[in-house]
């Protein structure tokens, strides 16, 4: 009987009247709770004070706005993180047992002025160490960073400012690194033990060679770790480790040290298991040391009436809740394990009640230093559900959120990968080179840019909307957020509501990149996996300019080896219908733009070696044309008409000669860079640079009106010869 009343009452009845009662009239039966579901879920995600903003899109900028666009321009990100891993351990390795993993966007003072930069740490390369003793004892710690700014760089490579071991710091930077060595970093596993008889292998701070000394311990006492002491500490060290050798080893001493919880987050995490940590930790370089910093946040899943974190989450570790905050700033000491966590402003109830339970856990965010502050950003995990959430919950009226007429979407991933047919050429179209996933979100990314409406340039992270659809590819754009991460606006949430116009989301810009021929043709030149390269994008950047939007991506080539560099050998960019492609981010912009010279302001750096200034482009409107963008001899207009002069029969057979021997070199290059040759590679790539200089001395001697004898006496011969000099960097 009992059994019989709690099936009814418990299940039955509440099914029934669910059924009949609230179904029918769902919209008044339920309202006063979506309110409250409303405004607890904005509450409970930090979402309830976004300042919203109206952004009435003009698919095509004026002039005046493309020139008064020219700072935000300027400061274009161009390298993308994951993508420079790999480059980072080819060029600044420096020893096999040293590595890097995918580095960190960040920004510093680059002669006086805000530079977004990619900063990336050496770590120690575990898997290249065999033995216990080389693995415990000998090779110990990671050594330095490198450094180098985001929006240029020099010969498709990023130009470094702080590089080498020991390091090396370039003086725009006003920086110093006195203590480099990196004890504790990123999925750094396992254990080591400091100040034994057997000295560990690092890099002499001197003479930048190989080396072997106690890095782990400093004349003024400070180190890390535990003693291991006496007899009897060892066997107990022994059995935690699971090895005997800890404690049968001669060259441990009773003063020797063992270092273990050697990651950053397992290591914060084993300080505090109450909070949760962000997926990303980053490096800052603070008071001439190396120190990460993992955002914490206090959660739950018992927040009255607010809305929990479904499957929208599949890279950290906020699934199930229902209230978060970014409450709790960790800093590890990559040197000696510090961690301090500091307390951030702002009323949280969960942080007050740890503070009393552990009031000499948390440091007052006022004892920050202020060179650590201005490197805070606004976290990455925390972005990533706000966003998810208020693409439901940007609604106001209750009856619109059980409608779900009005729900947006994050926008979908471009893909990083070009899609190839079985010949190996790119395939275009709406399903061509953007290798979309229809269940894949655009992961927000950080820039540092100028908002609209604002006078002055921003770090933040950002993420754009696009409407819901039934199987996610609506590529239309709705809206974007950014978080804002400078001290003065720290933690401020913006939307911008998109009006006007059908705007393309990401996925709709890169259906349009895709559909370009000249970017098709390129890929296919340049994607010859199996051949010895594959092609890569970066990641697609937006740039407001005035009520329009500017979309930049990096078209990466790389040998098949995964452990050889990326070099980034053509920038693209999309306006309002039109694509355009050049070697350098400039000459894209001045394709772009004709006539505003806004990619003369643009010191993206030089081309690869080797590639000459030339550009492709193609859109409604604009026509399409190729050449060089520097408007010399062989110079395309918008039109493609070309504008080349003439040179004299023998000057037309030395041209011919010259290309000749450009692809022999760029061949043997392409060979030398795919073997790790890079000495050899450097070499040739002088010596086409060299051919490079000739050959404009003689276009530049031409006087308008005819093609070059020898040729071919037509304008679009002209052209080719400019655009015949790119070379496919990696290629065999």
């Keep these: 009987m009992w059994a019989f009343c709690a099936i009814a009452a418990g299940n039955v009845y509440p099914a029934f009247v669910q059924r009949f009662r609230v179904e029918p009239a769902q919209s008044t039966k339920e309202r006063v709770y979506v309110e409250r579901n409303i405004a607890a879920t904005r509450a409970a995600y930090g979402i309830d004070n976004i300042e919203e903003k109206q952004f009435s899109y003009n698919a095509e900028p004026t002039a005046a706005e493309v020139k008064a666009a020219a700072e935000n321009f300027a400061n274009t990100r161009l390298v993308t993180p994951i993508r420079v891993a790999s480059t980072l351990t080819a060029l600044q390795g420096v020893k096999d047992f040293y590595k890097f993993g995918v580095p960190d966007l960040d920004r510093y003072s680059i002669d006086g002025k805000q530079t977004q930069v990619v900063i990336g740490v050496r770590e120690l390369n575990e898997n290249n160490i065999q033995s216990w003793e080389n693995a415990h004892l000998a090779y110990t710690h990671g050594d330095g960073v490198v450094l180098a700014p985001a929006d240029e760089v020099e010969r498709g490579l990023p130009d470094f400012l702080v590089s080498g071991l020991p390091p090396q710091v370039n003086p725009k930077l006003d920086l110093t690194i006195n203590r480099s060595q990196v004890y504790f970093g990123e999925n750094l596993g396992g254990y080591a033990i400091i100040n034994t008889n057997r000295d560990e292998i690092g890099i002499d ?30 066997g107990a060290f022994a059995l935690r480790f699971g090895s005997i050798d800890p404690l049968i080893s001669s060259f441990i001493k009773s003063d020797s040290r063992v270092i273990f919880k050697r990651d950053v987050r397992e290591r914060v995490k084993a300080i505090a298991p109450f909070l949760t940590f962000d997926s990303d930790p980053y490096p800052v370089i603070v ?50 394990g510090q961690v301090t966590l500091y307390a951030m402003p702002g009323k949280d109830p969960l ?45 106001d ?49 950080y820039t540092q840019t100028k908002l609209p409406g604002e006078d002055k340039q921003s770090f933040v992270i950002t993420r754009s909307f696009s409407p819901a659809s039934a199987d996610n590819r609506t590529p239309l754009l709705t809206g974007f957020m950014v978080g804002k991460s400078d001290l003065a606006d720290y933690g401020k949430l913006v939307v ?31 994607n010859a996996r199996g051949q010895g390269s594959k092609v890569y994008y970066g990641d697609l950047v937006a740039i407001p300019a005035g009520n329009s939007l500017v979309y930049v991506r990096s078209l990466y080539v790389q040998p098949e080896d995964d452990r050889t560099a990326a070099v980034i050998q053509k920038v693209i960019v999309s306006v309002a219908d039109r694509v355009v492609m050049a070697d350098t981010f400039g000459a894209a912009l001045n394709l772009a733009f ?30 399409s044309g190729s050449g060089s963008t520097g408007g010399g001899a062989g110079a395309s207009d918008s039109t493609g008409t070309s504008t080349g002069g003439s040179v004299s029969s023998s000057g037309g057979q030395r041209l011919a000669t010259i290309l000749d021997q450009i692809t022999q070199k760029r061949d043997a290059a392409n060979k030398a860079f795919g073997a790790g040759k890079f000495a050899e590679y450097a070499q040739l790539q002088s010596e086409i640079d060299a051919l490079l200089t000739e050959m ?20 679009p011969a002209a052209s080719a010869v400019v655009t015949t000099t790119t070379r496919r960097p990696i290629a065999a």
């Design 397 to 445: 009226d209750p009856t619109v959120l059980l409608e779900n007429s009005q729900r947006w979407d994050v926008a979908s991933d471009p893909g990083a990968e070009p899609q190839s047919t079985s010949g190996g050429a790119a395939a275009s179209g709406a399903s061509g080179a953007a290798a979309t996933s229809s269940n894949q979100r655009m992961a927000p990314y």
């Design 287 to 336: 008071d001439g040391r190396i120190v990460y910093v993992i955002d914490g946040y206090t959660t739950t899943d018992k927040y009255p009436y607010s809305q929990r974190v479904g499957g929208v989450m599949s890279k950290n570790d906020l699934g199930g809740i229902n209230y978060v905050r970014n409450s709790v700033k960790a800093v590890v000491d990559a040197y000696n």
């Design 496 to 526: 911008y509501n998109v009006t006007g116009g059908s705007p393309r989301a990401p996925s709709g810009v890169m259906n349009l990149i895709a559909s370009s021929d000249q970017v098709s043709q390129a890929i296919t030149l340049l």
């Design 594 to 623: 004709p006539g505003t010279g806004v990619g003369d302001v643009v010191t993206g750096g030089t081309a690869p070696s080797g590639t000459s200034p030339s550009g492709t482009g193609s859109g409604t409107g604009a026509g």
């Design 205 to 234: 701070s001197r003479s930048g060679e190989t080396t072997t000394s106690n890095f782990g311990e400093t004349s003024n006492g400070e180190s890390a770790g535990v003693a291991m002491g006496s007899l009897v500490r060892r």
């Design 351 to 395: 942080l007050e009640s740890y503070t009393k339970a552990f009031p000499k856990l948390f440091t007052p965010f006022a004892a920050m230093p202020q060179t650590l502050q201005e490197h805070l950003r606004y976290p990455t995990d925390l972005f990533d559900v706000q966003t998810a959430m208020w693409g439901r919950y940007h609604v």
């Design 696 to 715: 404009k001395s003689i276009l530049t001697s031409t006087a308008p009106g005819t093609a070059p004898s020898g040729l071919g006496s037509s304008g």
